[in-house]
Every structure is written in C-alpha cells, then in structure tokens.
C-alpha cells in the first residue's frame, strides 16, 4: 500500500527525492553510521506541512518548533540495521514522519525534539518512536481525518499516541499509556539480561534463583497488564 494512500493527506504529493550525498554532507555521521545508509535505496519527500500547505497552525514556545513537519519515504534495499537508520535520519534537524518501505513491509518512525538552548536553529532529541506494521488494519488510523488538528503539535503527537497505543495493544493493554509502555520495556530488558545469565550457570541453585527472579519480573508485567495471566 501506497504511503499517500495511507495518510490520505488532502495535499498535493511533492515527492522529491533527497540525495544521500545530501544526509552526509549536513549530518556528523561516523563510518559505521556511513556504512548503514548503504541499505537505503533512495529518500523522497512526500509532504511539507506548514502554515502555506495546511490549514493546521503551527505550534511554537519556548521548547518546541512545529512550525512544520516534514513526512519522508525511504525505500530499503535491506531492513537488517532499520533501528539504526532511523536514529540515524531522525538526525535531521526537523519534525519528521519517516515511513521506511521494505517489500511490503512499513515501518514508521517519530521522534519527540526540542529546541537546542544553546543554538536555536538545532534540535535535540528527546524519544524516539518506532513501529513496524505487521497488521494491515491498524494502518486506517493513520489516515489524516482522524488525527488532531488543532495544532501541529497536536498533530504530531496524534501520531506518537498511536505508536505507543499499537506497542501497548501487543500486551492487551487498550490505552496510550507512554508511563506504562516504559515500565514493561525496562522489565523485558531485565528479563532478558536474566536469560543471558542463566544460559552461562553451572550450579542447579543458581539456575533456580535466576528462574525465579525471570517468574517475579513476567508477574509484574502481568500486574501491568492488569491479568493474572501467566
């Protein structure tokens, strides 16, 4: 499917191809991040959403700039590094929604910036938001009648309550909870840090000790989940 089609965006496509010449000309990459562009087959800008192409306005104070928002295709010729890649062009000192097509596979990914303090015209990144589609359906949300537009910021972060709505659904949980999402992220690392360890155990005790910690991190989640399900 067609990103467009998905977005249904009532705006002319600009569909503008960006150079990769271009990202490492005005991004400080280092040669391992260099190597990773090499999985991009090309970058086209879809759409610029601004006081002059929408009716939403802009959103500016002191912290933030949504005076626009920039919504990106890149087409990839491999997904095996796409975590990287997206850190690496949320780089891009803008608010960008960055849809990466492999095969027929989406993936979306936002980031939350501020303003940098000590150089306006530079943005720091706060969060990162990335999701992979594997159900078709869940693309219909993203279609632009259904989004916030009260402002740029609201709609923005229409967008990143979606992503964290979608991550939090995988644990049957049906709210945008971003608090929730990262308390059961930090477990399952804890969890797997755990699983490491107990591949490496020799002594039977220690095995028992390192289940027992991986049984009481999964009934947390569970106590998050709101289940007892185990």
Do not use: W
């Amino acid at each position: 499917m067609m990103v467009e089609k998905i977005l249904n965006f009532p705006l002319k496509i600009l569909n503008k191809r960006i150079p990769k010449k271009e990202l490492l000309e005005n991004l400080n990459l280092n040669s391992a991040q260099k190597k990773y562009l090499k999985e991009i087959e090309k970058i086209n800008l879809l759409y610029l959403l601004n006081k002059d192409a929408t009716t939403i306005p802009p959103f500016v104070d002191e912290i933030y700039d949504y005076s626009s928002i920039l919504v990106l295709e890149v087409i990839l010729n491999s997904d095996k590094h796409i975590k990287q890649l997206t850190s690496i062009l949320q780089l891009i000192p803008q608010n960008l929604m960055i849809f990466f097509i492999y095969d027929d596979k989406i993936t979306l990914s936002l980031a939350s910036k501020r303003i940098n303090k000590n150089d306006p015209t530079k943005m720091v990144i706060e969060k990162e938001y990335i999701f992979i589609f594997k159900d078709e359906s869940l693309l219909e949300k993203l279609d632009f009648n259904k989004a916030n537009k009260t402002n740029l910021f609201m709609f923005y972060k229409y967008y990143i309550d979606l992503v964290i709505s979608f991550e939090l659904s995988k644990y049957s949980i049906n709210k945008a909870d971003e608090n929730i999402l990262n308390k059961i992220k930090e477990i399952e690392n804890k969890i797997n840090s755990l699983k490491k360890e107990l591949k490496t155990a020799v002594n039977l005790s220690e095995k028992i000790e390192i289940n027992m910690k991986i049984h009481k991190l999964k009934e947390e989640i569970n106590k998050l989940k709101g289940t007892n399900a185990t």
